[in-house]
Nanobody, 127 residues
Framework: QVRLQESGGGSVHTGGSLRLSCAASGYNFTSDCMAWFRQAPGKEREGVGSFYTGDERSYYADSVKGRSTISQDIAKNTVYLEMSSLKSEDTAVYYC????????????????????WGQGIQVTVSS
């Protein structure tokens, strides 16, 4: 069966950086959308960034644009989210998602339509 497993979370100081990993098993990344979402305490789940595995074109939410990068390692069936200049507002459970089709040049950040989800991993940014 398809499984997405996030790793690399934990506690980070304000202004620091992290790299989250999403390892997929039983799933082919070829020409498909992948994305990262997050959910802060008391908040709804929101999109962080999306990535197309075919041409590697990415799109990011305004809140993280310029300090986030999604990349992939095809051989490892893994997608990464790198974030820098972390803020307390970045504290959330981060989720990996996969399996939504792309319409136009970008994969979207909508919450619906994703076939697969990871269980989430905590990221805590403290001063």
């Amino acid at each position: 069966q398809v499984r997405l497993q996030e790793s690399g979370g934990g506690s980070v100081h304000t202004g620091g950086s992290l790299r989250l990993s999403c390892a997929a098993s039983g799933y082919n990344f070829t020409s498909d959308c992948m994305a990262w979402f997050r959910q802060a305490p008391g908040k709804e789940r929101e999109g962080v960034g999306s990535f197309y595995t075919g041409d590697e074109r990415s799109y990011y939410a305004d809140s993280v644009k310029g300090r986030s990068t999604i990349s992939q390692d095809i051989a490892k069936n893994t997608v990464y989210l790198e974030m820098s200049s972390l803020k307390s507002e970045d504290t959330a459970v981060y989720y990996c998602a996969a399996g939504r089709s792309r319409i136009g040049p970008f994969c979207g950040l909508g919450i619906n339509g994703w076939n697969y989800w990871g269980q989430g991993i905590q990221v805590t940014v403290s001063s």
